[in-house]
């Protein structure tokens, strides 16, 4: 059986666990050629993604599944992150304005997906009708 993905790793979702995810994806990264500035962008926006998945779909609880697929080619690099917990709101998860977000408008984890929609190329967010969140980053690169 071949993958269709180049890597995919699940996890539990641990916060203990966000530092070896995060030198995985730092790995990946390296031997994709990105240079260090992009790749300390890339692992800081994947990791807020693994921790809202935490926080807020599985409202803390250390004992579920996260699963991240890594995979590149035809320009791109993409990194899909799924859940099977609480479905974000579509509100919580679109994308805000391009400009600059003013302080005193964020709410609490409005940062994370600021991050996360300016750290990538195309983002797609996908919530779960019932339950499970799927979120697509990709990457343009040469």
């Known amino acids: 059986m071949v993958p269709d993905k180049d890597l995919t790793i699940v996890f539990?979702?641990?916060?203990?666990?966000?530092?070896?995810?995060?030198?995985?994806?730092?790995?990946?990264?390296?031997?994709?050629?990105?240079?260090?500035?992009?790749?300390?962008?890339?692992?800081?926006?994947?990791?807020?993604?693994?921790?809202?998945?935490i926080r807020h779909a599985y409202t803390g609880q250390e004992d579920k599944k996260l699963e991240l697929s890594m995979n590149s080619g035809d320009g791109w690099i993409e990194l899909e992150l799924c859940d099977s917990g609480i479905p974000a709101p579509y509100d919580r998860v679109k994308r805000k304005s391009d400009e600059a977000i003013a302080a005193e408008v964020l709410t609490p984890g409005g940062l994370g997906m600021h991050l996360i929609y300016n750290v990538f190329d195309d983002v797609t967010f996908t919530p779960g009708e019932a339950e499970g969140n799927t979120i697509m980053m990709r990457l343009r690169c040469a």
Do not use: F, H, W
């Not at 966000?18 to 692992?43: F, H, P, T, W």
């Open 12 to 53: 539990r979702s641990s916060p203990r666990l966000l530092g070896d995810v995060r030198a995985m994806i730092r790995s990946y990264l390296c031997n994709q050629g990105l240079d260090e500035d992009k790749i300390q962008e890339v692992v800081l926006a994947v990791d807020e993604a693994c921790t809202n998945s």
